[in-house]
């Protein structure tokens, strides 16, 4: 059976849902609600945490305990191995469940923020008549040069401007119906559409600071057998100096608009979308443009 007949018909009664799932992430976590608060001032937000050192439901109380109760929901989960397998079907179900109340639902990690190019995050998600829609996937890079420590209170094209599209990143975050999506959230079980018009910026090497520090606290992580198996999340366990050799070769590179680089990389994404044989849909994921920037 579809897994989309399951749910009753939708009866919506709020605007925007953002879910997320997170592990030690305050700094991401205060990015990520204050980015989503500057463009849905009266988005919600169901956050999954894994076992936090510090417990999410804290830095909520810290940083938004102006926001009213049921506007930051947070399931907390034990401390169990780490595993995408897991954390893609936590997040599926979590956003299935939202999209019953919620016009636009918005399901990514917490450092992967949804912005749209022109118009209001809201109405331009729902100008797109495709239950799924992926936005083009930024990879956004401090350019030291010009740019300074990142301000979580500030929008983000108005300080960080510089880095590279990526299919990886191209993901099916967006939502009008129930969905279920892979490891990641690379793949997901429906069709779906890309839109030119919303970018999801991944946000990890946005402060060289910051990523410095997460890069570090990463490598502790435990992983389950399951995704040992499967090699996912290798990246991880890679060397400091590599992970974070792309802010020098951002101050070095040559660079051209996004808005020239975009058709290209558009035609690419839908010309290698494509079913495989577990039922996911997907472009080929291993798409990068040259160094680019945003005027």
């Given at each position: 059976m579809d897994f989309r007949a399951l749910w009753p018909a939708r009866e919506?009664?709020?605007r925007l849902a953002c879910v997320t799932m997170v592990r030690d992430e305050d700094y991401f976590i205060e990015m990520y609600i204050k980015h989503y608060l500057m463009n849905c001032p009266d988005?919600?937000?169901?956050?999954?945490?894994?076992?936090?050192?510090?417990?999410?439901?804290?830095?909520?109380?810290?940083?938004?305990?102006?926001?009213?109760?049921?506007?930051?929901?947070?399931?907390?989960?034990p401390d169990i191995p780490f595993d995408d397998d897991f954390k893609s079907m936590a997040l599926s179900s979590v956003?299935?469940?939202?999209?019953?109340?919620?016009?636009?639902?918005?399901?990514?990690?917490?450092?992967?923020?949804?912005?749209?190019l022109k118009g209001d995050l809201v109405g331009t998600c729902l100008a797109l008549s495709a239950d799924v829609i992926a936005p083009l996937g930024f990879e956004v890079i401090q350019n030291s040069v010009f740019e300074a420590q990142y301000d979580v209170?500030?929008?983000?094209?108005?300080?960080r401007k510089y880095g590279y599209f990526k299919s990886s990143q191209t993901k099916p975050v967006i939502w009008k119906a129930a969905s279920i999506v892979s490891a990641?959230?690379?793949?997901c079980m429906y069709d779906?559409?890309?839109?030119?018009?919303?970018?999801t910026v991944h946000m990890r090497f946005a402060d060289r600071e910051q990523a410095r520090y997460r890069v570090s606290h990463r490598r502790q992580v435990m992983f389950s057998k399951n995704q040992i198996s499967r090699r996912y999340g290798v990246y991880w366990s890679v060397a400091e100096d590599v992970r974070l050799r792309f802010f020098e070769h951002i101050t070095k590179a040559d660079f051209s608009r996004a808005s020239d680089i975009i058709p290209e990389f558009m035609e690419h994404l839908s010309k290698t979308k494509h079913r495989n044989a577990h039922g996911y849909f997907s472009p080929d994921l291993h798409l990068k443009t040259k160094y680019c920037y945003f005027d």
């Open positions: 919506t009664v709020r988005a919600d937000f169901y956050i999954i945490d894994h076992a936090s050192t510090r417990p999410v439901s804290s830095v909520i109380r810290e940083k938004f305990h102006d926001l009213a109760e049921g506007r930051v929901n947070v399931i907390r989960i956003g299935s469940m939202a999209c019953a109340a919620y016009e636009i639902v918005i399901v990514s990690d917490v450092d992967e923020l949804v912005v749209p209170d500030a929008p983000v094209f108005s300080q990641g959230i690379h793949k779906y559409v890309f839109s030119r018009d919303l970018i």
